[in-house]
Nanobody
Framework: QVQLVDTGGGLVQAGGSLRLSCAAS????????MGWFRQAPGKEREFVAV????????DYTDSVKGRFTVSRDNAKNTVYLQMNSLKPEDTAVYYC???????????????WGQGTQVTVSS
């Protein structure tokens, strides 16, 4: 069982930056791939980024490549999403999630955070 708490959202102007954090409980955090997803109003939840269990591999959706960076600190049971050059279309609720299957999965996540709101003004 893994419990996830997302923090770090807020209101930022276009071109600005935010860093989201996701703190996990449980001693098996390091065995999970950790993903970030987002859901904008009226849209389905979409994959944003994922990092492998040991932090050695990452994957991103095309729209955030070069702007977002996912990282993790297994000693702190925490995963991060650094978001730079934010755009109004990045506005959404962002969720972290944990998946024990696969190296860089985009689906099939087992545990989810509660979400944190990111709003980018133009």
């Amino acid at each position: 069982q893994v419990q996830l708490v997302d923090t770090g959202g807020g209101l930022v102007q276009a071109g600005g930056s935010l860093r989201l954090s996701c703190a996990a409980s449980g001693r098996t955090f390091s065995s999970y791939a950790m993903g970030w997803f987002r859901q904008a109003p009226g849209k389905e939840r979409e994959f944003v980024a994922v990092i492998s269990w040991n932090g050695g591999s990452t994957d991103y959706t095309d729209s955030v490549k070069g702007r977002f960076t996912v990282s993790r600190d297994n000693a702190k049971n925490t995963v991060y999403l650094q978001m730079n050059s934010l755009k109004p279309e990045d506005t959404a609720v962002y969720y972290c999630a944990a998946n024990r299957r696969g190296l860089l999965p985009r689906t099939g996540y087992d545990y989810w955070g509660q979400g944190t709101q990111v709003t980018v003004s133009s």
